[in-house]
C-alpha cells in the first residue's frame, strides 16, 4: 500500500506543482489606462498616466477615505495625499503596472511624480507621470509599451486601440500596436496589447 | 486519528476559523499585492518573479501550463465578456436606487452570467473538485451538491465578512481585503485536511465518503457504487441498506436507484460532502466583497446581497458541469473492464493530489511566498 502511495506521488506532486498558481488568477478590479508620451528634445520621454477605476472599486477606496463614502464631493489635496499613501505608493514596488522594452530589455522607473486623483461619475481616477531611471533616446531604438497585471487581480484596457498615444515630440514617430503572444496572462487566456513606438 | 476518523474536519474547522479571526490583517494591498516596503519581500511578487527593488518592471510569469488553442480562445472570450458584464453590473448598482424592479431583476440577471463566467477560468475550487470527480467513486448527485454548496458557501462567506466586518464593526475596506486574505489560508489547510482524511479512508480500504465497498463485506453503502452500471444489472442484494441506518423496509432494494437516493445524501456521504464544500467555499471572493461594500455605501445592500447569490448560483452551475464532465471522464477512461485495483490507484492519486494541492498552497501563503487574497 505505501509503495503504491510512494509509486504514485511522484507524477502528483509534479501536477501539484504546475496548477498551484492556477488558483489565483481571476480579474476583480476593472481599470481603464489612457497613456500619453511627451518625447523630449534629447530623446527621452515621460508617460503621463490616466486611469480609472470602475464604481465598485472607487466606492471602496472612498469608503476607507471617509467615514461615509460620499462619492459626489470632490478629492481634497489631504484626500489625495491620503490616497496616494493608503493605494498608489505600493505601486512603486510592481512598477506601477507598467512595461517599457528597449533593446537591452525592460526599463525601470524613477518614482511617479506629479500623483493626482480626482473623481467623476462616480469613478475614481489617477493621474501622475513616469520617468525612466536611466534616460533613453527613443530615436536609437524601437521601444515596446504596454500595462498589465500579471496576477490579472486588476484587468488594465487601454482606451484606446493602442496602449500609447503620442503627445508631444520633436521627431517623426509611428505607433504599431500587437498582441504581445510572449506574455500569456492566465495561462494564455489573455495576451495583453503592446505598442511599438518608432521614431526618427 | 481517532478523533479525526469519528468527525472528520469538524474541530480542526472551528480551530482554523479561530486563527483567521486573530491572524493579523492587511497582507495585501488594494490591489492584491503585498504591502508595505520590506526589501528582502521586493524580489518575490505573487506569481513568484524576480523583481529588483524600487520602481522596477514586472518580469512576465514563467508560464507553465499553458491552455491548448481552441479552448484557450474560448477562454479568452470569456474575460472579455465578464468584462463587458462587470460594466454593466457596477453601472446598474451604481443608478439601482432610481431603477425600480426592472433594475433589480437587470442586476440579478447579469449577476448570474457573471457567475457562470466568472467560474470558468482557473481556480482553486475546480481543482479540488475537478481532481475529486475525476478519481473519486461518486454519484452525479453528489457532483451537484457539493459544487451548489461549495458555491453558496463562497456566496455567504462575502456575505458574512461584508455584514459583520463592515456593517457593523466598521473596519476599513483593507483590512477586511485582508481578513478575506486569511481565509484564504484556512481554506488550503481545511483543504489538505480534507485530502488527508480521503487518504486515511482509503488506506482502511473504504470510499473517499467513508463507505465499505469490499465485496462481499457486510452492511454496505448507500452508494451505488459501479461505475458503469447497466440498467436492468442486477445489484447485490445490501447495494441500498445504508451501513449506519439499518433499513427495516430493506425489500426497497428493488426500487430503482432515485427512490433510495436521499438515503444515501445522510450520515457519511452527507457529512463529506458538506466538509468538502465548505472547505473549497470558505474563501470568499474578493469581486463579491468590492461589490457588497460598493451597495453598503451605495444604500442598496439587500440588492448586493441578492446580486452575490446569483453570482453564487452562476458559479454553481459552471462548477457543476465541471465536475459532472470530470464523472463523466472518469466512467469512460474506466469503462474498458479494468478492475478495482486501477479504481483504487486513481483514488489513491485524486485524494493525494488534493491533499498536497492545499498543502502547498497554504505553506506558500504562510511563508509569505504568495500573497494572500480574496479569490
Not at chain 1, 509509486?7 to 509534479?14: A, R
Not at chain 2, 439587500?302 to 452551475?317: F, H, R, S
Request: aromatic content about 8%.
Amino acid at each position: 500500500m505505501l509503495a503504491r502511495i510512494m509509486h504514485n506521488s511522484l507524477p502528483i506532486l509534479l501536477f501539484t506543482l504546475l496548477t498551484a498558481p492556477l488558483a489565483r488568477a481571476h480579474p476583480h478590479v476593472w481599470a481603464v489606462y489612457q497613456t500619453d508620451v511627451v518625447i523630449g528634445a534629447d530623446g527621452n520621454f515621460k508617460l503621463h498616466e490616466a486611469w480609472t477605476f470602475d464604481e465598485a472599486f472607487s466606492s471602496m477606496l472612498l469608503g476607507d477615505l471617509r467615514p461615509k463614502a460620499d462619492i459626489k464631493k470632490p478629492l481634497s489635496s489631504k484626500e489625495q495625499a491620503r490616497l496616494k499613501v493608503i493605494a498608489f505608493d505600493n505601486l512603486a514596488r510592481y512598477g506601477y503596472f507598467n512595461v517599457v522594452r528597449g533593446p537591452r530589455g525592460p526599463l525601470k522607473f524613477k518614482p511617479a511624480s506629479g500623483f493626482a486623483a480626482r473623481l467623476e461619475k462616480g469613478k475614481l481616477s489617477y493621474t501622475f507621470v513616469l520617468e525612466p531611471a536611466d534616460p533613453q533616446d527613443v530615436r536609437k531604438a524601437p521601444l515596446d509599451f504596454g500595462i498589465w497585471d500579471e496576477t490579472f487581480y486588476i484587468a488594465m484596457q487601454a482606451a484606446g486601440d493602442d496602449t500609447i498615444a503620442i503627445r508631444q515630440s520633436p521627431f517623426k514617430c509611428t505607433l504599431a500596436t500587437r498582441e504581445d503572444k510572449g506574455t500569456p496572462l492566465l495561462y494564455g487566456m489573455v495576451f495583453p496589447p503592446v505598442t511599438r513606438l518608432t521614431c526618427r | 486519528m481517532q478523533f479525526i476518523s469519528s468527525h472528520p474536519l469538524r474541530g480542526i474547522c472551528g480551530l482554523l476559523l479561530c486563527l483567521a479571526c486573530i491572524a493579523t490583517a492587511g497582507a495585501a494591498d488594494y490591489f492584491g499585492r503585498e504591502d508595505g516596503p520590506s526589501p528582502a519581500a521586493v524580489t518575490a511578487s505573487a506569481t513568484g518573479q524576480q523583481q529588483a527593488p524600487g520602481a522596477a518592471h514586472p518580469v512576465e510569469p514563467p508560464s507553465a501550463v499553458s491552455i491548448p488553442e481552441p479552448l484557450r480562445s474560448a477562454l479568452a472570450a470569456t474575460i472579455r465578456w465578464q468584462s463587458a458584464l462587470n460594466r454593466e453590473i457596477r453601472h446598474a448598482l451604481a443608478r439601482q436606487p432610481d431603477a425600480g424592479w426592472g433594475g433589480s431583476g437587470l442586476i440579478v440577471l447579469l449577476s448570474f452570467a457573471y457567475g457562470v463566467l466568472h467560474a470558468l477560468g482557473p481556480g482553486h475550487g475546480k481543482v479540488v473538485i475537478g481532481s475529486y470527480f475525476l478519481t473519486q467513486r461518486a454519484r452525479i448527485s453528489h457532483g451537484l451538491m457539493m459544487s451548489g454548496w461549495a458555491a453558496l458557501v463562497q456566496a455567504l462567506s462575502a456575505i458574512a465578512l461584508v455584514s459583520v466586518l463592515a456593517g457593523v464593526l466598521k473596519i476599513s475596506a483593507h483590512d477586511l481585503l485582508g481578513h478575506a486574505g486569511t481565509l484564504e489560508a484556512v481554506s488550503y489547510l481545511a483543504i489538505a485536511l480534507y485530502g488527508a482524511v480521503i487518504l486515511r479512508r482509503l488506506g482502511k480500504g473504504l470510499d473517499s465518503c467513508g463507505h465499505d465497498h469490499r465485496a462481499g463485506t457486510r452492511p454496505a453503502h448507500a452508494l451505488v457504487p459501479p461505475l458503469r452500471r447497466k440498467p436492468g444489472a442486477r445489484l447485490p442484494a445490501n447495494t441500498f441498506n445504508t451501513s449506519n441506518r439499518p433499513n427495516p423496509s430493506s425489500v426497497r432494494y428493488a426500487l430503482p436507484q432515485a427512490v433510495a437516493a436521499p438515503a444515501s445524501i445522510a450520515g457519511a456521504t452527507g457529512s463529506t460532502l458538506f466538509w468538502a464544500g465548505a472547505s473549497v467555499g470558505l474563501r470568499p471572493c474578493a469581486g463579491a466583497i468590492i461589490v457588497l461594500l460598493f451597495c453598503l455605501a451605495n444604500g442598496n445592500y439587500g440588492i448586493g446581497i441578492i446580486a452575490t447569490l446569483a453570482m453564487g448560483a452562476g458559479v454553481a452551475l459552471t462548477v457543476s458541469a465541471i465536475s459532472l464532465g470530470m464523472l463523466g471522464m472518469q466512467r469512460t477512461l474506466l469503462r474498458g473492464g479494468r478492475g478495482k485495483r486501477v479504481q483504487r490507484g486513481i483514488a489513491f492519486a485524486g485524494a493525494l493530489l488534493i491533499m498536497l494541492f492545499g498543502l502547498l498552497q497554504a505553506v506558500l501563503l504562510l511563508s509569505g511566498t504568495i500573497t494572500p487574497v480574496a479569490a
